[in-house]
T-cell receptor
Framework: DGGITQSPKYLFRKEGQNVTLSCEQN?????MYWYRQDPGQGLRLIYY???????QKGDIAEGYSVSREKKESFPLTVTSAQKNPTAFYLC????????????FGPGTRLTVT | GNSVTQMEGPVTLSEEAFLTINCTYT??????LFWYVQYPGEGLQLLLK???ADDKGSNKGFEATYRKETTSFHLEKGSVQVSDSAVYFC???????????WGAGTKLIIKP
C-alpha cells in the first residue's frame, strides 16, 4: 500500500537535546512538507521541499532543520534552539509542488520536558 | 493576503442531527478550496474539494459548495453519526506561492 509513514508516533526528549523525526513516502511524490499543529490552531508550515536536494523555509522555520537527500525521505530535526518544541508534527506530500492535494502521514507527537 | 476563517468549536450535536461548519476565506484570484478531516490521534485526510465557483464537493455524505459571492465554503451533512466526531479543517490553495492556507480547525463532537 502506498502512503506516508512517520515514526515514532510518540517521542519524548529532554530540553536541550536535538531530535529527528522521520518521514518516508512511497507515493513517488516530488513535493514534501512539514507542519506543526498546536491545540486550537491550524497547521503551520515549517519547511517544504519541491524536489530532491532542495528545500525552503516555511512560516515557522526557526529552530528546525531538514534534509532531502532521497525522494522518499524528508526528516525534520527539532533543535535545542526551538523555544517551544512540544507539539504534534505532520508530514505531507503531493505529486508535484504545483498540485494542490496533499497526503498526510499519521503524525508524531513530540514532548520535550 | 490569503486567509481562512472557521467557526470556533467545539460543535456538539446529537446523532442524526444536521451539521453545518462555517468557513469563509479571503483570497486573490480563484483558489481551490478544501475540507480535511482529522480523527483523534491521526493525520489529516482529504474529505472534499472544489476548484471553481458554484462547484459542489461531496464525500461520505458531506458536501460543501464554493460560493464566490459570499467567499464561503461551508461544510454540511444531513445526518451525523458518532463516527463523524473529529476535527475538520478548511483550507485554500494559494496559487501565488503554491501553499495550502489553513483554518484553525473545528472540533465536532457527536453524542449518541
Amino acid at each position: 500500500d502506498g502512503g506516508i509513514t512517520q515514526s515514532p508516533k510518540y517521542l519524548f526528549r529532554k530540553e536541550g537535546q536535538n531530535v529527528t523525526l522521520s518521514c518516508e513516502q512511497n507515493l513517488n511524490h516530488d513535493a514534501m512538507y512539514w507542519y506543526r499543529q498546536d491545540p486550537g490552531q491550524g497547521l503551520r508550515l515549517i519547511y517544504y521541499s519541491q524536489i530532491v536536494n532542495d528545500f525552503q523555509k516555511g512560516d515557522i522555520a526557526e529552530g528546525y532543520s531538514v534534509s532531502r537527500e532521497k525522494k522518499e525521505s524528508f526528516p525534520l530535526t527539532v533543535t535545542s534552539a526551538q523555544k517551544n518544541p512540544t507539539a504534534f508534527y505532520l508530514c505531507a506530500s503531493s505529486i508535484s509542488p504545483t498540485v494542490d492535494e496533499q497526503y498526510f502521514g499519521p503524525g508524531t507527537r513530540l514532548t520535550v520536558t | 493576503g490569503n486567509s481562512v476563517t472557521q467557526m470556533e468549536g467545539p460543535v456538539t450535536l446529537s446523532e442524526e442531527a444536521f451539521l453545518t461548519i462555517n468557513c469563509t476565506y479571503t483570497a486573490t484570484g480563484y483558489p481551490s478550496l478544501f475540507w480535511y478531516v482529522q480523527y483523534p490521534g491521526e493525520g489529516l485526510q482529504l474529505l472534499l474539494k472544489a476548484t471553481k465557483a458554484d462547484d459542489k464537493g461531496s464525500n461520505k455524505g458531506f458536501e460543501a459548495t464554493y460560493r464566490k459571492e459570499t467567499t464561503s465554503f461551508h461544510l454540511e451533512k444531513g445526518s451525523v453519526q458518532v463516527s463523524d466526531s473529529a476535527v475538520y479543517f478548511c483550507a485554500l490553495w494559494a496559487d501565488s506561492n503554491y501553499q495550502l492556507i489553513w483554518g484553525a480547525g473545528t472540533k465536532l463532537i457527536i453524542k449518541p
